[in-house]
């Protein structure tokens, strides 16, 4: 995501690196590069020029970050203006109807239906809700059977009418079911076409008329770039909806649709869609996605995962162990599985400040701990508990079950006793001697 967005606005703001102070020329040639940048990712050429002009404005305008090297208030202002062009503040979605009625909208292919399902689940899982989902598209095949698949997988209701081509009806018989069995969130999924057509318009437009929803969100698939954000302003016009959902931002996007779809319909963007699992949706936060796009990494987000995984009760079982030395593989597997739900690996490389820059060339998939696992699958319950009984033969014997080499083994095995070590210096006092010792590494 983003990645030769990223590489471009960092070579284009090294052309400071070394200069005094910032001039006309300097800032020009900065700029120049920037807006180049833009254009690459697929930002309508007008945005990247007007973006470009309030950054140079604001970079010869300066005064009181004279102290700063002019990269630094470079790369400063270029995220102050790459957030207020993405929305600036982030945007809510209203919950406040009963039930409060959410209308899905968007073009065949963009991952509505998947959407619907992700943005039930964050509702139940992040906001204590009941939703419904609510089948609307009457012309896709199978599209109320992928709805209802989706439904069993995170364990909410599907409402639908099969013998009933008539979506409006359905939309209306949706809330009201809603309503007579104590659901508080009703996510009606419409149909999509293969373009913007006047009878496609006409029925989401009598849809909404018809349920009056507290939210219209329009899905929008992010790798479709700059064409998006056209398809935006037509639904735009006839909708006036409240957000946008980018979805595919895990795939190869240039971004553009990202950057520049909040200035061409005036309306926020509230999700984005970072995966194929139903647990890969966030909430769109403009500054977070500048620092990201910049290559600052987003450590809010990363610590926003971590606590979602967080289980209090064994935490203190954990320490306890630490303490005791009782800390095991059976311990560290279920560590991985915490990791593993947080999202995909490459997602998560790029919330570390400087990481997604160093490993961008790296290959990081979600089986990253596939060996890993293998190898302490084979183990037998003793020697998981107490990996210091793990020989020669054992080693031997584990790597031949998992699959691997006895150097993999021998390699896991070390990492295990290392991290065990500094679990260990970490309990108690220990932890203000491994400051003093990270202290004198420096």
């Not at 973006?51 to 102290?67: H, M, N």
């Amino acid at each position: 995501m983003f990645d030769n967005l990223s590489d471009k606005l960092d070579k284009a703001l090294h052309i400071l690196k070394g200069h005094g102070q910032i001039t006309e020329i300097n800032v020009a040639e900065t700029l120049k590069e920037v807006r180049r940048a833009l254009v690459d990712a697929d930002v309508n050429y007008k945005i990247a020029k007007d973006f470009t002009a309030r950054v140079k404005e604001k970079a010869l305008g300066q005064d009181v970050l004279k102290s700063l090297k002019p990269g630094q208030l470079m790369v400063k202002l270029v995220k102050d203006e790459l957030t207020e062009l993405m929305g600036g503040d982030v945007a809510g979605v209203d919950l406040s109807g009963t039930p409060s009625v959410i209308l899905m909208s968007g073009l065949q292919g963009s991952g509505k239906t998947t959407f619907s399902g992700k943005l039930a689940n964050f509702l139940v899982t992040k906001k204590t809700k009941k939703p419904l989902l609510v089948a609307c598209d009457v012309y896709r095949p199978a599209a109320i059977d992928q709805l209802h698949i989706v439904g069993e997988q995170i364990n909410v209701e599907v409402f639908s009418d099969r013998g009933n081509n008539d979506p409006v009806a359905i939309a209306k018989a949706g809330v009201a079911h809603a309503k007579a069995n104590g659901f508080n969130v009703v996510i009606i999924d419409t149909a999509g076409r293969l373009a913007v057509d006047e009878a496609m318009m006409t029925e989401i437009a009598n849809i909404h008329k018809a349920v009056t929803p507290n939210e219209t969100l329009f899905v929008v698939d992010s790798m479709t770039g700059q064409d998006a954000v056209n398809t935006a302003k037509a639904f735009n016009d006839v909708l006036n909806f409240d957000g946008v959902i980018l979805t595919k931002l895990d795939g190869d996007t240039r971004g553009g649709a990202a950057i520049s779809i909040k200035s061409v319909v005036n309306k926020p963007i509230k999700f984005i869609g970072t995966g194929e699992k139903m647990e890969a949706i966030d909430v769109f936060y403009p500054s977070r996605m500048a620092d990201r796009i910049l290559g600052m990494g987003d450590v809010v987000s990363l610590v926003e995962r971590a606590q979602e995984q967080f289980d209090e009760e064994e935490a203190r079982k954990l320490q306890k162990k630490i303490a005791k030395n009782q800390f095991g593989f059976d311990d560290f597997l279920k560590q991985i599985q915490q990791i593993k739900k947080m999202g995909n690996m490459k997602d998560l490389v790029g919330m570390i400040p400087g990481a997604g820059k160093m490993m961008k060339n790296m290959d990081i998939d979600d089986d990253a701990f596939k060996h890993i696992e293998a190898i302490i699958h084979s183990m037998t319950p003793a020697e998981r508990a107490k990996p210091q009984i793990i020989n020669s033969s054992r080693k031997k014997r584990i790597g031949k079950g998992s699959g691997t080499s006895i150097q993999q083994v021998n390699q896991l095995l070390k990492q295990f006793d290392q991290m065990s070590k500094m679990m260990k210096m970490m309990q108690g006092g220990g932890g203000k001697k491994m400051m003093q010792m990270m202290g004198k590494m420096r």
